[in-house]
């Protein structure tokens, strides 16, 4: 497996947000019956990516974006954040999430 983490680009916004709102709906669909909401809005993503300090990243996995993580890093005090990590849905169970976190 070739694992990259590296910056979001313009250009991944777009599938980066449905990819991750994906992952989170059908993973709670998966544990809830009869889930009828929207678990991760574009609202709140927006709102992660627009904090200050905030980093975004992509997952890339043999040349395909394929889950990321929001991190908020405070310089000044060193207590981070971790916002939102996520595989994409359909290829989880790989390591991809563990290699993310790492």
Known sequence: MDFKLIPIEKEDVVNYKKDMQEAFQKGAMQEFNN???EILSEKDIEESLSKKGTVAYKAVVDGKMSGGVIIVIDETTQHNHLDFLY????????????????
Not at 87 to 102: F, M, R
């Open 35 to 37: 889930l009828n909401i």
């Open 87 to 102: 595989v994409k849905y359909g290829i989880q169970g790989k390591g991809i999430g563990q290699k993310i976190w790492n």
